[in-house]
């Protein structure tokens, strides 16, 4: 149950550069948008900002995907937070024990050089514009959370949806528990509505 202290920045999942929007513009079938820490996810999102901001992404060695999850909270907000973390540094605290810093140094500091602070600015400005960068204490519960077991290879699924039949996907690593990537009916439904607002 490890608890993160990160420097970086919220990722809204909704909106136009929110990340259920990125995935499904940049067609990460398999990816899941409301769990970015899920492995196969983060792979994928790593892979795709290496190829579509590979200016700024390769100034970051040490890019991560952080979720905040308690698996005792059973409301219904408790799945899926409006925000993950993208942190360009993360300290893991240990569960036991104690970890001793000088507060006030880490607060002033990051840690990174100076271009590894430009290019998270300009990955934040691209992404998440007016989200504080800074260090965040962020509580994982289970960082590996549960998610459907593979299907065989030969076999598609269907998701349903309320008011359609439901759309057929390919059999990727995992089913994707991001909706929207298998109904673009409703995603041009949504750019839609923004742009009548």
């Known amino acids: 149950m490890p608890v993160y202290m990160l420097y970086g920045f919220r990722w809204p999942r909704a909106g136009f550069t929110g990340i259920r929007v990125y995935i499904v513009l940049h ?12 492995p196969v996810t983060t792979q994928l999102l790593a892979e795709s900002f290496a190829k579509t901001d590979s200016g700024i992404v390769s100034r ?10 308690d698996p005792d909270d059973v409301s219904d907000e408790a799945v899926s937070k409006p ?11 240990p569960e036991s024990g104690a970890l001793s810093w000088d507060a006030e140094e880490l607060v002033k500091d990051s840690g990174l050089d100076q271009d590894a602070v430009q290019a998270l600015t300009e990955l934040r400005d691209k992404y998440a514009d007016g989200e504080k960068i800074g260090w965040w204490i962020v509580y994982n519960g289970d960082p590996e959370r549960w998610f459907p ?15 359609e039949k439901g759309s057929e996907c390919g059999t990727g690593s995992q089913p994707s528990s991001t909706p929207t990537t298998y109904l673009p009916q409703k995603l041009t439904q949504f750019f839609g509505a923004k742009k009548a607002v």
């Open 149 to 163: 077991p593979i299907e065989d290879d030969d076999e598609s699924m269907i998701y349903e949806d309320d008011d």
């Open 83 to 93: 925000y993950a973390y993208v942190a360009a540094k993360v300290i893991t605290m």
């Open 27 to 38: 067609n990460l079938e398999d990816a899941t948008a409301e769990y970015l820490q899920q």
């Open 60 to 69: 970051l060695p040490d890019l991560r995907f952080i979720e905040q999850y």
